[in-house]
């Protein structure tokens, strides 16, 4: 008779078991955040399609402190997701050759991380050029 | 043996299937010293304290893949982990994680092996050549382009560190990837649209969700992360250009 009984140990809570993944379910749970704040962006601009009181009130909505308080949370959400993001990204992306040479990992997440700090500080400056 | 010979307690998850419906812990005294590795420590539990003990190896020079074990919950090959690096605490060993246990650290091959036949890993020629006709020529950069990924020992630690396997057995998984890919990229080989086929099948790449720990654990720096993500790429566009191309194949 075969004596052979193969165990498969369960998979509940495999997120847990390694710092590894619990770094990973953090990134995946951080972009939640990416999209609640696409969502409060849509509905300012449904507000705006609204004509000028409509606009208003959701810009009053806005300086609640709770509001204040998430913007803050989703500040640094978005700041690590960002920086996990370009982490990974040289395992996704073909081999950049320059001169001959493959680019180090570091390089391209440095890369990234710079053009993503750039493109925030250019926008903080054209919407602070606009506010005033 | 020296005296600088200290004790460490190796902690082992034990699973005899003729006895036991569940694997258990048990924990061993084993005296060692500074040159001894976690291999050499579970092989002087079954030379002196329990014979029973069953582990797979055969190099013991991180070479041949068969020592892969889960130790303090890492996959790593037990061959190159050091036990001095873990004394004074005690050191938990385990079978490689998301494969079946056949008995105590010996997990079940067979799905790894089923899916490395399945991707082809051999060059298909693109131009079959006669023997008159001499060698297959490469220069150093084609040589490059699948170098990385040809060092592959089949190990399956990058296996035992994707979760996304562990879920669903199916998924190919990072190791076969990476040699289909080592494959697919090789100037000689002509065999890409077959493998392709099974790239962007239920079992292929789209399983991934970039963990990306199967690149960190890996022993020989083959990045298999890297080989899956970009053949998401290459699936996406054989998807896309099908509706580009005209039919029968024309160019
Ligand atoms: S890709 Fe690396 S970790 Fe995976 S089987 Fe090959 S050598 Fe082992
Ligand atoms: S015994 Fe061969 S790799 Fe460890």
Known sequence: ?132 | MSENQRTIEIEVLRYHPEKDKVPYQQVFQVPFTDDMSVLQGVQYIKDYLDGSLSFRWSCRMAICGSCGMMINGEPSLSCETFLRDYYPARVRVEALAHFPIERDLVINMEGFIEKLESIQPYIIPKEKRTLEQGEYLQTPEQLNAYEQFSSCINCMLCYAACPQFGLNPEFIGPGAMALLHRYNVDSRDGGKAERMELVASEEGVFHCTAVGYCSEVCPKHVDPANAVNQNKTNAAADYFLRFLAPKGGAK
């Open chain 1, 1 to 132: 008779m075969n004596k052979r009984r193969p165990y498969v140990r369960p998979m509940d809570g495999w997120w847990r078991r390694n710092p590894f993944f619990v770094e990973y379910m953090i990134h995946e749970g951080t972009a939640l955040f990416v999209a609640a704040y696409a969502g409060i962006l849509l509905n300012g601009l449904l507000h705006l399609s609204r004509g000028e009181a409509a606009w208003n009130v959701w810009l009053e909505g806005l300086k609640n402190p709770l509001y204040i308080a998430f913007h803050v949370l989703a500040l640094v959400a978005i700041s690590y997701h960002t920086y996990t993001w370009f982490k990974i990204m040289p395992r996704t992306m073909p081999p950049v050759i320059v001169g001959g040479k493959r680019l180090p990992d570091g390089a391209i997440t440095g890369g990234g991380l710079a053009v993503a700090a750039a493109a925030s500080l250019v926008l903080l400056l054209a919407v602070w050029g606009m506010a005033r």
